[in-house]
């Protein structure tokens, strides 16, 4: 039975989603945190968008350096999701207590995770107060990917356990046998 609720209630209906590590330096201090509010925003230029509140540390690192990296992770990194979601910069390196390994960024000064399925590397194209979050937009500059992780299609789900975020502090991932193709064209056509 559907509920009615006036305003947007725990605000976390719109989950599942794909909670990112969120990477950022400026000078000589590096951070990293969880997000979940993140999304693509334009093919060309590539434009990545994610929502920070201006508390997070990293957002100030971000505002300072213009420049974020974006960090997609597998299910079997979920405990240091949680860890660096959980903990603040500003008090502890999180590299150091986490042991966080890094890869040379290509483009930028951002660390890049050994452990990420992929990362965006992204300069700091735009940003804008919404709220009490800030709509950080970086400019897609370079990306590192694991090459087993990837088919045309996006993600290879028989190399990779997709790590999904569902509110509260609950993660998952989904079966593989769920997962199937559904042709757009063949469909958009259907009467
Ligand atoms: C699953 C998860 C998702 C999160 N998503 C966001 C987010 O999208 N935006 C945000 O500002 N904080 C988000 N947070 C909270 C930050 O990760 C957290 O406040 C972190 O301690 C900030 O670290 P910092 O102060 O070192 O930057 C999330 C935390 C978790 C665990």
Redesign the pocket.
């Known amino acids: 039975m559907k509920q009615r609720i006036e305003n947007s209630g725990s605000f976390s209906f719109h989950y599942p989603g794909a ?1 990112i590590i969120v990477t950022a330096k400026h000078g000589l201090k590096e ?8 999304c693509p925003l334009s093919f060309s230029p590539s434009l990545y968008g ?4 201006s ?5 100030q ?1 971000i505002l300072d350096s213009k420049e974020f990296g974006v960090n997609f992770m597998p299910l079997e990194k979920v405990e240091l ?2 860890a ?7 008090e502890i390196d ?1 590299f150091e207590k986490f042991k966080l390994a890094k890869e040379k960024p290509l483009k930028t000064s951002v660390p890049v995770l050994k452990d990420a399925c992929a990362t965006y590397e992204c300069r700091l194209h735009d940003h804008r107060t919404y709220g009490d ?1 800030e709509l950080l937009v970086g400019e897609v500059v370079a990306v590192h990917y694991e090459k087993d992780a990837f088919t045309e299609r996006g993600l290879n789900l028989q190399a990779v356990n997709a790590l999904l ?1 569902l509110g509260g ?1 609950n ?1 998952g991932t989904p079966a593989k046998d769920v997962f199937q193709h559904w042709d757009r064209q063949a469909y958009g056509k259907k009467s």
Do not use: Q
Not at 55 to 59: A, E, H, K, N, P
């Open positions: 909670p951070n990293a945190m969880t997000a979940v509010w993140h994610i929502a920070l509140s508390r997070r540390f990293t957002c690192l999701v949680a660096v979601g959980g903990s603040r910069g500003a999180k979050h975020y502090d993660y």
